[in-house]
């Protein structure tokens, strides 16, 4: 069982903006906040976002290289897919691999791919 997750953020604001409404659709609560970070739970494991210390931002993110790819999370059904989907392009955030769209991860796989603010990716996948 995964306990949890912390990842260094470029803007902890517009971290908090990105995924407050998200985690909210997938049932994750507020778990912890403070000065430097903030945290969203969902039964036993939770995720952390911590601003990262200035004399570190140089250096940026990109999932292409060693370390975390993306964050694949399970929805409730294709329905909410859809809506989260449709929440996405009425937020601006553009949706990864388009084309391929709802099933850019193969045939079976029903799912939307979409990049935070650090252009973390983030897959929300149907049952």
């Known amino acids: 069982m995964l306990h949890h997750i912390e990842m260094n953020v470029?803007?902890?604001?517009?971290?908090?903006?990105?995924?407050?409404?998200?985690?909210?659709?997938?049932?994750?609560?507020?778990f912890q906040k403070w000065d430097r970070g903030i945290s969203w739970k969902f039964e036993h494991t939770y995720l952390v976002f911590v601003q990262t210390e200035e004399r570190f931002l140089e250096a940026g993110y990109h999932r292409s290289q060693i370390g975390l790819n993306h964050l694949a999370f399970h929805a409730q059904s294709r329905d909410q897919v859809n809506e989260i989907t449709l929440k996405l392009k009425n937020m601006g955030i553009p949706i990864l691999y388009m084309d391929k769209h709802p099933f850019a991860g193969g045939g079976d796989h029903y799912?939307?791919?979409?990049?935070?603010?650090?252009?973390?990716?983030?897959?929300?996948?149907a049952p």
């Open 10 to 30: 470029s803007d902890l604001d517009k971290t908090i903006e990105f995924w407050e409404w998200f985690l909210s659709e997938l049932n994750y609560k507020k």
């Open 111 to 125: 799912a939307v791919f979409f990049e935070d603010p650090d252009r973390i990716k983030v897959e929300l996948v």
